[in-house]
T-cell receptor, first 117, second 115 residues
């Protein structure tokens, strides 16, 4: 069964360092998302991406964050200068979307745990 | 705009007892509704979904949910809890007014199953 894969599973970094989290969405999906979950808290929407551009972003997704799909298969989240409060589990998800014949259900990766020291 | 409210951040049941996790939604358009489960240290996986048609939908692991438009609810149930059901459960509503159908998630309910 197709799945969303994420790397790394866990990354530890120093405050102020740049981090890139990588995701390979399901190949025929059209919409790509990043969510984050701070330990013990709810799942928060960061950004959605469609047709090689951001379609929506939350207030969390400030100038320190960026996303790109560099090669048609990978979907990356970059945090330019990490802060302590960026420590969280980051989930990538993909979807066919309604236009692609789905119901909007999301297929999630296993997550990348980011620890900022 | 859409929103989801999950009543009860923590629910504890005994093994073999009925599981009931509550979800109410708000949507200006006919909603698509979902329940996801997150086991410890894992990603979210789809349990079940409602789009159109039959209002009682069945999912994996013996779970089911009923869409009640008049109550704007989509509560998740399972007749008999297993220890393996201990997890975080998220209700979500999809924006059917857009091509993406972006989902809005509730805050989650932690289910504990006591032996």
């Amino acid at each position: 069964e197709p799945e969303v894969t994420q790397t790394p599973s866990h990354q530890v970094t120093q405050m102020g360092q740049e981090v890139i989290l990588r995701c390979v969405p399901i190949s025929n999906h059209l919409y790509f998302y990043w969510y984050r979950q701070i330990l013990g808290q709810k799942v928060e929407f960061l950004v959605s991406f469609y047709n090689n551009e951001i379609s929506e972003k939350s207030e969390i997704f400030d100038d320190q964050f960026s996303v790109e799909r560099p090669d048609g298969s990978n979907f990356t989240l970059k945090i330019r200068s990490t802060k302590l409060e960026d420590s969280a589990m980051y989930f990538c998800a993909s979807s066919l979307g309604l236009a692609g014949g789905g119901a909007g259900e999301l297929f999630f990766g296993e997550g990348s745990r980011l620890t900022v020291l | 705009a859409q929103s989801v409210t999950q009543l009860g951040s923590h629910v504890s049941v005994s093994e073999g007892a009925l599981v009931l996790l509550r979800c109410n939604y708000s949507s200006s358009v006919p909603p698509y509704l979902f329940w996801y489960v997150q086991y410890p240290n894992q990603g979210l996986q789809l349990l079940l979904k409602y789009t159109t048609g039959a209002t009682l939908v069945k999912g994996i692991n013996g779970f089911e949910a009923e869409f009640k438009k008049s109550e704007t609810s989509f509560h998740l149930t399972k007749p008999s809890a297993h220890m393996s059901d201990a997890a975080e459960y998220f209700c979500a509503v999809s924006d059917t007014n857009t091509n993406a159908g972006k989902s809005t998630f509730g805050d989650g309910t932690t289910l504990t199953v006591k032996p």
